[in-house]
């Protein structure tokens, strides 16, 4: 069921960008990449999202490839709280039903 | 606070007991969603209701599964003849249908079941 694929892990150092990839090759036309963030023993808090043009907000950005069957989302200056699994997921076409995949988990080195 | 809430946070039980869990949305929204995580693995699908509308059904969720959302706020999860298998972290969200597509989840702290 899982629609994207993402790399087990990373890390970064404090301070650095963080780009986080996201493979979705069978994505529609009409869904949308969605991010969100998992830090350990918390709900996964909702990150970005974005539908074919490369969107920013205060947390990250999104950037999307023009065929959008990947993008990347960037956390400009990663910070010791940034360490947490990453998840890039799609909605189910036709539904509301968001699948998660195993996510990236990042660590942020000091 | 009026984000979503979810009790019990814990919960130890035996094998064979049934346990009940609840997830209380934020106020407006009418999507309400359950999805249970174990350790190393990202959250998977269970359930989601529309308003008190149960709209899909994982395969995950067996016949010892029922969720309700009885007059379309809160939310009950139970687990009947519990296994060490259900031993988990479930995790309840909620979003909006209006605004657009976006359909943005909001994730309670989850309700983190034990079977002994």
């Known amino acids: 069921d899982a629609k994207t694929t993402q790399p087990t892990s990373m890390d970064c150092a404090e301070g650095r960008a963080a780009n986080l990839p996201c493979n979705h090759s069978?994505?529609?036309?009409?869904?949308?990449v969605y991010w969100y963030r998992q830090i350990h023993s918390q709900g996964p808090q909702y990150i970005i999202h974005?539908?074919?043009n490369n969107e920013t907000n205060e947390m990250a950005s999104l950037i999307i490839t023009e065929d959008r069957k990947s993008s990347t989302l960037i956390l400009p200056h990663a910070t010791l709280r940034d360490t947490a699994v990453y998840y890039c997921?799609?909605?189910?076409?036709?539904?509301?039903?968001?699948?998660f995949g195993t996510g990236t988990r990042l660590k942020v080195l000091a | 606070d009026t984000g979503v809430s979810q009790n019990p946070r814990h919960k130890i039980t035996k094998r064979g007991q049934n346990v009940t869990f609840r997830c209380d949305p934020i106020?407006?929204?009418?999507?309400l969603y359950w999805y249970r995580q174990t350790l190393g693995q990202g959250p998977e699908f269970l359930t989601y209701?529309?308003?008190?509308?149960?709209?899909?059904k994982s395969r995950l969720l067996s016949d010892r599964f029922s969720a309700e959302r009885p007059k379309g706020s809160f939310s009950t999860l139970e687990i009947q003849r519990t296994e060490q298998g259900d031993s988990a972290m479930y995790l309840c969200?909620?979003?909006?249908?209006?605004?657009?597509?976006?359909?943005?989840?909001?994730f309670g702290e989850g309700s983190r079941l034990t079977v002994l």
């Open positions: 974005g539908l074919k």
């Open positions: 969200a909620s979003s909006l249908t209006s605004g657009g597509p976006h359909g943005e989840l909001f």
């Open positions: 209701f529309q308003n008190e509308a149960q709209l899909e």
């Open positions: 106020s407006e929204h009418n999507r």
């Open positions: 069978t994505i529609s036309g009409n869904e949308y």
């Open positions: 997921i799609v909605r189910v076409g036709g539904t509301y039903k968001y699948i």
